[in-house]
């Protein structure tokens, strides 16, 4: 019978050790979006080679709508970067690098909460600069049959993008603040003297 749960005891351990280890799946799909940025930066200097060689043609609105592009690549980088060390930080291995004096801010105390939170401000961000372009474009442009509509639909996305982020902070703000009073009822310090 000890052998038996002793052999029991083992396969748990192994199964156990097995799952733990199976967080190393994703690391390919991080080197995956890091090759993707190099590809991404590809785009922005072929975008910003084409608005420099127009640049004496271009109208100030056109202008405006290739350096919105060029914005929102950064951005979408900005996203690539933070799901790529986030991610991996949070879920596959701690990056050691907290005596790093380049460290970014963001990274201080982060979590898979805290993440979801700065993800869900950047793509509304994101969203922003999409809209803007939208309104900068279509105030330049003729009216046509169902732009209109295209315009109330991307404001209403941006809406909603912006609306997720205030729930995943509230959210957090709460549970934060959860855990912070059952840290405090746990770990009472004696105050009274």
Request: charged residues 20%.
């Amino acid at each position: 019978m000890d052998n038996e749960q002793s052999g029991i005891k083992k396969f748990e351990n192994f199964f156990e050790g097995f799952m733990f280890w199976s967080r190393w799946v994703q690391a390919p799909l991080y080197i995956g979006l890091i090759l993707a940025s190099f590809l991404y930066l590809y785009k922005f200097f072929e975008e910003l080679y084409h608005v420099a060689a127009k640049l004496q043609i271009l109208a100030e609105t056109e202008m405006m709508l290739k350096v919105l592009t060029l914005v929102d690549i950064s951005m979408v980088m900005n996203l690539v970067v933070m799901v790529t060390i986030g991610g991996y930080s949070i879920f596959t291995s701690k990056i050691d690098v907290d005596m790093h004096e380049d460290k970014p801010l963001w990274l201080e105390g982060l979590d898979a909460g805290q993440l979801k939170i700065k993800l869900a401000t950047s793509l509304a961000s994101i969203s922003g600069v999409q809209l803007l372009k939208t309104f900068v474009d279509y105030r330049e442009a003729e009216l046509q049959a169902g732009s209109e509509q295209a315009i109330i639909i991307e404001i209403v996305i941006h809406m909603v993008f912006i609306f997720s982020a205030l729930l995943l902070s509230q959210t957090e703000k709460i549970t934060h603040s959860y855990h912070s009073s059952h840290a405090i009822e746990s770990n009472p310090t004696d105050d009274t003297h």
